[in-house]
């Protein structure tokens, strides 16, 4: 949609205001990584304990959304790349109130991650790479959703029949196969603080 009287209106109050009055920035944390990866069990940590710095921070869970604002995707290449399309435009909109959001999707396809970072200012997009083998995901399986793709009951299944690419260049990668969650947390804690997008709150895993 290209509507000459469709204008983006811009607020009286900014980002920057928001991110002063609160002490630190608003940005998207997007994890990424194969299905039972450990993405969004390590979001919500993170989550609470930027809670309990006092941080604003809000995780969109791919499950949660695909319950209401994307109820009506499936899995093929299009409808994933729709979904992200959505969550990357939904991610914009928390940022630029001055939340931190994180997102937990598989999000498969390196261009769409790409179409989100865009959407970004610079350093206001962190990618962070779940990192967790094909054999060690499947072993966890929580849903049992790697054998029910194994028997073909589950199509388009990210690591069985539909690809999965792994980031080229983000900003940070977690291994849940070597680090328990906790290390993982403080990892993802340890760099938003030192690109200065927690501000003056100190960290409590120290």
Not at 125 to 130: A, H, I, P, R, S
Not at 137 to 148: I, L, Q, S, T, V
Request: charged share 35%; glycine share 8%; hydrophobic share 30%.
């Amino acid at each position: 949609m290209n509507r000459k009287d469709i204008v983006w209106h811009d607020g009286k109050v900014t980002k920057e205001d928001r991110e002063k009055r609160q002490g630190h920035r608003g940005c998207v944390v997007w994890f990424t990584g194969l299905p039972a990866s450990g993405k969004s069990t390590i979001a919500h940590e993170v989550e609470a304990r930027l809670f309990d710095m006092g941080v604003r921070a809000y995780v969109l869970d791919g499950d949660n959304i695909r319950h209401g604002l994307n109820s009506d995707l499936g899995f093929s290449p299009e409808d994933r790349r729709e979904n992200i399309r959505r969550i990357g435009e939904v991610a914009r909109l928390f940022a630029d109130a001055g939340v931190i959001v994180l997102t937990a999707f598989i999000s498969p396809y390196r261009e769409d991650r790409e179409r989100a970072r865009r959407l970004m200012n610079d350093g206001d997009f962190v990618e962070v790479y779940v990192k967790c083998s094909l054999e060690e995901c499947a072993r966890r399986d929580p849903k049992g959703m790697y054998e029910r793709a194994k028997r073909g009951e589950i199509k388009e299944f990210t690591g069985i029949s539909a690809p999965y690419e792994p980031p080229e260049n983000c900003e940070l990668t977690v291994d849940s196969e070597r680090h328990t969650v906790e290390e993982c947390v403080s990892m993802v804690i340890r760099y938003l603080e030192e690109r200065g997008i927690l501000g003056d709150y100190p960290s409590r895993d120290r």
